[in-house]
């Protein structure tokens, strides 16, 4: 490389033998760009050369020990720089061909899920983790009576509408001081979580874990720890050993787990309220995201330790996603602590949407509906079992839209599935842990069972369980 040049052009071999030209920063320029030495003053002075366009997008970045030496800093300073700006989505490491700009984008946001989404034009879709709407319930009778809600159109910070409060607590898994309504699961879970976990904490999580929910504590500057399972639930003994962490939370999905279509057997549940209580105090955060789409009774670790738990009910993938609702229960005090931080933001969930739910979950043809919906997930599931086994692939039919698979090798098993016009999520995307996945969903999956069980075997199942 010339000094004062800022692209260098490197020839490489690819796997394939096939030679190809990469884009490299030559380190003496980048550090030239670089006048303050202070690892947030880095972090920023690369963020605006990225911003600006100085740094495009698909170019390498120099080794982080050239970085150091020629910036006349430790190593780890220029690593704890690039941690920050991977959490920022704007830098991506791929291993041994190094660490490339990813993205320019200002706004944060969330990494896995953009990733998710981002990829088009793909025959069979199978990483839409969402619900068919031809299996929803009709709307237009809930909102007949809505011009009758109580304080509507008021500018009252109130955390629930009375009568979906009312309906939601007449199956709730546990006596829980107070109960709000949030926009949408994800939207309160991320409330709750940007109000209670500081910056530089360690948050414990069931894996596999919702790609948002690692998406969250990479935001919120927290660390991520895995707490394993089994086909009962997150493992006590490994909870127990992770506590050691001194976390300041832990997440889990209390009920049917909506990765791996497995339901948190009650036992387990009082094994692991035993290992909490036994602990110092932590939060708990507990998202049911598929609360109407199992036939086991909704459980919670707040039957044990309810000042600790913040419980989560999704009511989008059973209602609808445009009712934009979750319910959310804590005690008192968390519930203004939450409640204080929506203020910063809309203070309430829209009463309307509220009301028209109310009435939706007290109808008895919703839960006809829901019924309905459930046994036709059902009915996809045991197809796509069926038509595995017949492969030689034997996996527990479980419950629910998605499936988490034990794979070979995962990268090759996307390319596989890809190359068929299959696409599945990157078992990496919802987990810590080193064995390769790939998670796909059969919400929308009505025919083909058999050709997409062919290029699933094709693609390097693995028969060992992970």
Same mark, same amino acid.
């Given at each position: 490389?010339?000094?004062?040049?800022?692209?260098?052009?490197?020839?490489?071999?690819?796997?394939?033998?096939?030679?190809?030209?990469?884009?490299?920063?030559?380190?003496?320029?980048?550090?030239?760009?670089?006048?303050? %030495?202070?690892? %947030?003053?880095?972090?920023?002075?690369?963020?605006?050369?990225?911003?600006?366009?100085?740094?495009?997008?698909?170019?390498?970045?120099?080794?982080?020990?050239?970085?150091?030496?020629?910036?006349?800093?430790?190593?780890?300073?220029?690593?704890?720089?690039?941690?920050?700006?991977?959490?920022?989505?704007?830098?991506?490491?791929?291993?041994?061909?190094?660490?490339?700009?990813?993205?320019?984008?200002?706004?944060?946001?969330?990494?896995?899920?953009?990733? @998710?989404?981002?990829?088009?034009?793909?025959?069979?879709?199978?990483?839409?983790?969402?619900?068919?709407?031809?299996?929803?319930?009709?709307?237009?009778?809930?909102?007949?009576?809505?011009?009758?809600?109580?304080?509507?159109?008021?500018?009252?910070?109130?955390?629930?509408?009375?009568?979906?409060?009312?309906?939601?607590?007449?199956?709730?898994?546990?006596?829980?001081?107070?109960?709000?309504?949030?926009?949408?699961?994800?939207?309160?879970?991320?409330?709750?979580?940007?109000?209670?976990?500081?910056?530089?904490?360690?948050?414990?999580?069931?894996?596999?874990?919702?790609?948002?929910?690692?998406?969250?504590?990479?935001?919120?500057?927290?660390?991520?720890?895995?707490?394993?399972?089994?086909?009962?639930?997150?493992?006590?003994?490994?909870?127990?050993?992770?506590?050691?962490?001194?976390?300041?939370?832990?997440?889990?999905?209390?009920?049917? @787990?909506?990765?791996?279509?497995?339901?948190?057997?009650?036992?387990?549940?009082?094994?692991?309220?035993?290992?909490? @209580?036994?602990?110092?105090?932590?939060?708990?955060?507990?998202?049911?995201?598929?609360?109407?789409?199992?036939?086991?009774?909704?459980?919670?670790?707040?039957?044990?330790?309810?000042?600790?738990?913040?419980?989560?009910?999704?009511?989008?993938?059973?209602?609808?996603?445009?009712?934009?609702?979750?319910?959310?229960?804590?005690?008192?005090?968390?519930?203004?602590?939450?409640?204080?931080?929506?203020?910063?933001?809309?203070?309430?969930?829209?009463?309307?949407?509220?009301?028209?739910?109310?009435?939706?979950?007290?109808?008895?043809?919703?839960?006809?509906?829901?019924?309905?919906?459930?046994?036709?997930?059902?009915?996809?599931?045991?197809?796509?079992?069926? @038509?595995?086994?017949?492969?030689?692939?034997?996996?527990?039919?479980?419950?629910?839209?998605?499936?988490?698979?034990?794979?070979?090798?995962?990268?090759?098993?996307?390319?596989?599935?890809?190359?068929?016009?299959?696409?599945?999520t990157a078992g990496r995307q919802c987990s810590l842990m080193p064995q390769?996945?790939?998670?796909?969903?059969?919400?929308?999956?009505?025919?083909?069972?058999?050709?997409?069980?062919?290029?699933?075997?094709?693609?390097?199942?693995?028969?060992?369980?992970?």
């Open positions: 490389m010339l000094s004062g040049s800022l692209i260098a052009i490197n020839t490489r071999a690819d796997a394939g033998g096939r030679e190809g030209h990469v884009k490299a920063v030559e380190v003496e320029w980048l550090v030239d760009q670089l006048p303050n %030495r202070s690892g %947030r003053a880095l972090a920023q002075q690369i963020a605006t050369l990225i911003h600006s366009g100085v740094l495009p997008v698909g170019v390498r970045l120099p080794a982080i020990r050239d970085i150091a030496f020629v910036l006349g800093v430790s190593p780890a300073t220029v690593s704890i720089v690039w941690s920050e700006l991977r959490r920022r989505g704007m830098i991506t490491g791929r291993g041994r061909r190094g660490t490339y700009v990813s993205s320019a984008a200002i706004a944060p946001r969330p990494i896995r899920r953009a990733e @998710n989404v981002k990829l088009g034009g793909i025959p069979l879709d199978l990483s839409g983790y969402t619900p068919d709407p031809a299996l929803l319930p009709p709307l237009h009778s809930a909102f007949l009576h809505v011009q009758e809600t109580p304080h509507l159109n008021i500018y009252a910070d109130e955390p629930i509408e009375a009568s979906l409060e009312q309906v939601c607590r007449a199956d709730w898994p546990y006596e829980a001081e107070a109960l709000m309504a949030t926009n949408g699961a994800y939207g309160g879970l991320f409330e709750a979580m940007q109000a209670l976990i500081p910056p530089g904490s360690v948050v414990l999580v069931e894996d596999p874990v919702p790609m948002r929910v690692l998406d969250i504590i990479d935001y919120l500057k927290a660390s991520a720890v895995a707490v394993p399972g089994d086909a009962h639930g997150p493992i006590p003994a490994r909870l127990r050993a992770a506590l050691t962490r001194q976390p300041v939370a832990f997440f889990l999905q209390p009920n049917l @787990n909506a990765i791996t279509g497995r339901v948190l057997s009650a036992e387990r549940m009082k094994e692991l309220a035993d290992v909490l @209580n036994a602990a110092s105090p932590v939060w708990i955060f507990e998202d049911d995201a598929m609360a109407y789409f199992t036939r086991a009774k909704p459980k919670s670790l707040g039957v044990w330790c309810s000042a600790q738990v913040i419980h989560v009910r999704s009511l989008s993938k059973a209602l609808g996603p445009d009712l934009r609702l979750g319910i959310l229960s804590a005690s008192d005090k968390i519930i203004r602590e939450i409640q204080a931080y929506r203020s910063f933001g809309s203070g309430w969930t829209s009463r309307i949407m509220q009301a028209a739910t109310a009435r939706l979950l007290a109808d008895p043809e919703t839960a006809t509906h829901l019924e309905r919906a459930r046994r036709t997930y059902q009915a996809r599931r045991q197809k796509l079992t069926d @038509n595995l086994a017949g492969y030689g692939f034997s996996y527990a039919t479980g419950e629910g839209f998605s499936f988490w698979l034990p794979v070979e090798d995962e990268e090759a098993a996307l390319a596989s599935l890809n190359a068929h016009g299959i696409r599945v390769p996945h790939i998670r796909f969903s059969i919400s929308h999956l009505k025919d083909r069972y058999e050709w997409v069980s062919e290029h699933l075997a094709q693609a390097g199942l693995s028969k060992t369980i992970c």
